[in-house]
């Protein structure tokens, strides 16, 4: 998908005269049901002028055409004049990579000299200034905010298309990159070209004001030959498809973790939706399986193992997810494999059964539809996003937990994808995992959890000592968990959202909005709206590095993550009074869950139940409100510690 694309002279033509933003406006809205905002379409604007401007000396020298592709046009813009023997040069504007939510400012495609054809990826930037942090900095700062070095950037857009997109795995054609700050001033890029940047601009060249000619001539080197517009077909024609190193990659980890092993009903999952994928390719139709459990039951095991064995056959095949904070785990876990795991928004524009499998892990958080703010009046709920899904494949499996939802925009349920699969016409299995594997195996703990918060009504066996549980009466008690946890074992402390959270300050410390009497902690950084690589992400640093111990996680970073202990704040958002429990909205800092209309009594519960269950071995509870704290108390009474021997 992209927003134009056409021949070199075409580019240079609408560039010039102003009337390629319109083109992209109109092609935006026709993909996306609305409007870019205003500052991307300066950036259009502005920075494919100034592109052309550059590109014009190769364009003149070697009498090659030039197309652009962006985010999702269809059709052709032919240009005349400026060939080769092979015919026009082609670029793609704001492409958008498939089942990705990357789109990649400009791609031109052409030869090389010897004939290779390939594509080199253009990252434009308008920065006028750009800083480091300090000697240990990965990222440059621009305006105060963390920015990937638009090299790298680019670098990894083509290691995409190397790894993942049909055209290049083949070796039908080859990914280049390089990055233009067409703005900024060779003295003011000197950050940009620290010697720690050294390895990235070698593979991807950095390209600043009064280098135009230069980017010109590196161009040439890889794309100059022409050829290029025919090549676009291969672009866009081309699909998701994971080249045989990254799934190398994937089946490293699954052989090498014992957590990720089939066993027990995990199998029979296993074994049941490979024969439906087989089914379905062996004649027209699509069908949906459900894989439903509790907390700890394996469901990611089997979305992960079928993606591989999926992949391994040859055939087409991805996994989704609502959750931002699990999806963070996946792809730190799988280093190199990590674009397997995409976004369930990603699927939206997805062929139609153009994959053979899809997984959707997490699918208790589906959501209505996947519009966003930008989405006009007319235009939303043409679609659910449960349909989307469905849509992407010959099979689409959903992996849910009932009561793991945590805002009211999820929608995931059994009864909600049934309905949604009979009104579409397609077939439903379900499949049911039980076999506790989280939580040391106890499967009496995660019972007494459901049981406390009410989604149970019958009080489980005691677990005696395959699980502890304690409760303390201050923060500095619970925060001593970290402290007797000893490496390689893991404790964080994880919090109901009962205090602000607020943005790092301009010097990015953490403000320690977590306040109990004199005790006061940081939430950990905030995800803002941009690409992480995932060992970095904050999310990661937070649950895996020595950094987060310091920091409070809430429902959003926790959830896809476990530890071997873990310290719960329970604070009075959710309290138990005259016999059942009550939902405190004064006391909650979560706006969603607690706006007008939500079931925020349903959402804390949900969102307590997770931070219950993301100990290994361990839970310690510190309880805020009185009378929670004792109904918690008679609960857990005589649930664990030795127990006499049967009799």
């Known amino acids: 998908m992209d927003l134009w694309h056409g021949s ?66 269809t059709g052709w813009n032919h240009g005349a004049g400026l060939t080769t ?114 390895d990235v601009l070698e593979e991807s060249p950095l390209f600043v004001e009064g280098q135009g000619g230069d980017l010109a001539g590196f161009l040439g080197s890889q794309v100059g030959a022409g050829g290029g517009v025919a090549l676009l077909d291969r672009l866009f024609g081309a699909s998701f498809q994971p080249s045989k190193r990254v799934l190398d990659r994937l089946q490293a980890v699954l052989d090498g973790d014992e957590r990720w092993k089939l066993l027990d009903e995990q199998r029979l999952a296993y074994n049941a939706i490979l024969a439906e994928v087989r089914r379905q390719r062996a004649r027209v139709g699509r069908s949906t399986v459900l894989v439903r459990g509790g907390p700890g039951t394996g469901k990611t095991v089997v979305a992960v193992q079928l993606l591989a064995a999926a992949l391994r056959l040859g055939w087409k095949a991805a996994h989704a997810t609502g959750g931002k904070a699990f999806t963070t785990a ?11 795991f995409i976004w369930n928004m990603n699927v939206r524009n997805a062929p139609t059964q153009g994959l053979d499998l899809l997984l959707v892990d997490e699918a208790h958080r589906v959501r209505a539809t996947s519009d966003t703010r930008w989405t006009r009046a007319a235009e939303r709920g043409k679609r659910s996003q449960t349909e989307e899904l469905m849509n992407a494949a010959k099979v689409t499996v959903f992996l849910l937990d009932e009561n793991q939802f945590v805002r009211p925009d999820e929608i995931g349920s059994s009864s909600v994808i049934q309905e949604e699969a009979r009104r579409l016409g397609v077939r439903v299995k379900a499949v049911d995992l039980a076999t506790q594997f989280r939580c040391g195996g106890c499967r009496e703990y995660t019972q007494w959890v459901d049981w406390v918060l009410g989604f149970a009504d019958d009080r489980p066996e005691p677990w005696g000592e395959k699980y502890s549980v304690s409760m303390v009466d201050d923060p500095e008690s619970l925060e001593q968990l970290i402290a007797e946890t000893q490496a390689p074992e893991t404790a964080r402390l994880v919090a109901g959202f009962c205090w602000p959270w607020s943005d790092a300050t301009a010097d990015r410390q953490l403000v320690p909005d977590v306040e109990i009497g004199n005790w006061r902690r940081p939430w950990n950084e905030k995800a803002k709206d941009k690409a992480y690589p995932p060992a970095r992400h904050p999310y990661t640093r937070w649950a895996m590095t020595p950094e987060g111990e310091k920091q409070i996680g809430c429902i959003y970073s926790a959830q896809g993550f476990e530890f071997t202990r873990v310290g719960v704040i329970w ?62 108390a008679d609960a857990l009474a005589g649930m664990q510690g030795p127990q006499p021997p049967a009799r």
Not at 37 to 56: D, I, K, T
Not at 105 to 125: M, Q, R, Y
Request: with cysteine; proline share 5%.
């Open 571 to 632: 604070g009075p958002d959710l309290v138990w009074r005259d016999g059942q429990w009550a939902a405190n909205r004064s006391a909650s800092y979560d706006k969603p869950v607690k706006s007008r209309g939500a079931d925020m009594l349903t959402l804390v519960r949900n969102a307590y139940r997770v931070l219950l269950t993301r100990g290994l071995r361990g839970s310690r509870l510190l309880i805020l409100d009185e009378q929670t704290r004792a109904h918690v």
């Open 85 to 198: 023997a092979r015919g026009p040069l082609g670029v793609a504007l704001e492409y958008h990579l498939p089942l990705s939510a990357k789109r990649l400012d400009a791609v031109f495609t052409g030869h090389d000299e010897v004939g290779t054809p390939g594509a080199v990826v253009v990252e434009l930037k308008q920065w006028s200034d750009v800083d480091l942090e300090d000697e240990h900095a990965e990222n440059v700062l621009v305006g105060g905010v963390e920015h990937v070095h638009p090299s790298e950037q680019a670098r990894d857009y083509a290691s995409w298309l190397a790894e993942y997109h049909s055209a290049f795995v083949d070796g039908a054609m080859v990914a280049a990159s390089a990055a233009y700050c067409h703005n900024l001033a060779p003295t003011a890029a000197a950050p940009l070209r620290d010697p720690r940047f050294r």
């Open 330 to 340: 996946l792809r730190s876990a799988f280093s190199g494999a990590d674009d397997l």
């Open 8 to 73: 070199a002279s075409d580019f240079l033509r609408l560039a010039s005269t102003g009337a390629l933003p319109k083109h992209m406006l109109g092609n935006f809205y026709g993909l996306h049901g609305a409007q870019p905002s205003p500052a991307e379409v300066r950036s259009w604007e502005y920075s494919l002028a100034e592109l052309a401007q550059a590109v014009r000396p190769l364009a003149e020298r070697a009498d090659v055409g030039v197309s652009i592709a962006a985010d999702g046009v």
